[in-house]
């Protein structure tokens, strides 16, 4: 059985500022639109995860949500996950590992460096620094959500919001 793991990186938010926790930095009207052209993307390609995890950030929340909605997915259903916040690879990693069987398509919403890192990890793939509300799709063969580590993902895609926006 076939397993989907797809990666978003957060879309461009406010800068870091003075007052505001990077934990609290909302998306810029950007951001959300580089959110919804991959929602829409998505939706397009008949990509539909049935579960969504994301960091509890604003920004990958609010990522996450943007996305959701452009596939018709309850908000309510979005798994916040506090490992995909500062916990570098291995917090990406735990919520691959505790996902349920019954996932057939997972979608996670985090940030860089350590979204990138993870995606090379299981992939094997030099994708350098994943864009902002960039995906990357990696398939599994035969493999529970448990047994997933390094260099056991197929490397399929990565995708930008702007070469979206240049296919249109």
């Known amino acids: 059985m076939k397993k989907t793991l797809l990666l978003v990186r957060h879309a461009t938010a406010e800068e870091i500022s003075y007052g505001v926790k990077d934990f609290d930095r909302q998306l810029v009207g950007k951001g959300m639109t580089e959110s919804a052209v991959m929602g829409k993307w998505l939706s397009d390609n008949r990509i539909r995860p049935d579960r ?12 996450a949500e943007i996305v959701g909605d ?18 570098g690879p ?16 997972l979608i996670l919403f985090g940030h860089n460096p350590d979204i990138t890192y993870f995606a090379e990890y299981l992939s094997r793939a030099n994708i350098g620094s994943m864009e902002k509300a960039s995906v990357v799709l990696i398939e599994f063969e035969n493999l529970s959500w448990a047994e997933i580590s390094g260099k056991t ?16």
């Open 52 to 63: 969504y995890v994301s960091s509890p950030a604003a920004r990958a929340f609010k990522t």
């Open 70 to 87: 452009q596939l018709k997915f309850e908000v309510d259903a979005i798994v916040m996950d506090q490992e995909l916040y500062g916990n």
């Open 90 to 105: 291995k917090g990406y990693l735990h919520a691959v590992n505790t996902t349920p069987d019954d996932t057939h398509c």
């Open 153 to 168: 993902g197929s490397f399929i895609s990565y995708t930008t919001p702007r070469q979206v926006r240049e296919e249109e």
